[in-house]
């Protein structure tokens, strides 16, 4: 009988102490488990529109709108017809202008262009014909007068010149100009070339304009002079009807 109290009495001991019991177990469960972490999820709404304008820094001036306008490029002044000018290049640096475009050295130069044939008339070469080009927008160190179909050995001039004398031509021939640097020569072009024709010459022309006016001239005084001379005799033939028929010595039929 003993042991069975006491056996009941382990039993109570057990029952009441098993409250205690659970809440011990789920401190240390909870002590020793790892904590859980949640996740935090951030909205972003459009709210650029309701945020306030930045204000410029204090003591910056505010950005200027007022468009600006830039100057239209200036050419220089450089006539590739005419000799004994400054390079091109020494006006752009001395003034800022702007050179037209001129290809490369090692490359060979852009074909000249003839301006003119035409014989001179007066000086040491009168009676020759002088040849004038104007430069292209190349390198040259050199120009070289070709005479086609002919023997005639071609002529040589300095890069700063435009013109030339090339001796006596016959109407005809056909003269060319070439532009030379180290990498070659130019190629012929129908603008390089031109054929002589004495008729066609700025000279000739006027010449003929000058001699033209001046027969004009002299046939309008001629008409002129018969013209005036016609008048006069008709007014002395007026005149002298007018003295016979005053005159009471003469009648219709004859003398008195």
Known sequence: MRSLHRNLGVLLLFLNASPLLNDILSAHAASTSAPVTRRRIIFLTSGFDDEEPTSPSPGLPPPSSTPVQREAPQFCHYDSCLENQEPCLDISERTGCLCPGVSRADVPPHAPRINVLRPISDGEDRGQVEVQWCAPSSVVSKYRVVFQDSDRKPLEFPAFLRKGSVGELDVGDKVCVEAVNKAGHSVLT??????????????QRLLAGVIGGGVTLILI???????????????KAKTGSADGLG??????????
């Open 190 to 203: 129908e603008f390089s070339c031109q054929r002589y024709d004495p008729s066609g010459s700025s000279d």
């Open 221 to 235: 005084l001629i008409i002129v002079a018969v013209s005036l001379n016609k008048c006069k005799s008709c007014q």
């Open 247 to 256: 005159n009471p010595s003469y009648s219709r039929e004859g003398t008195l």
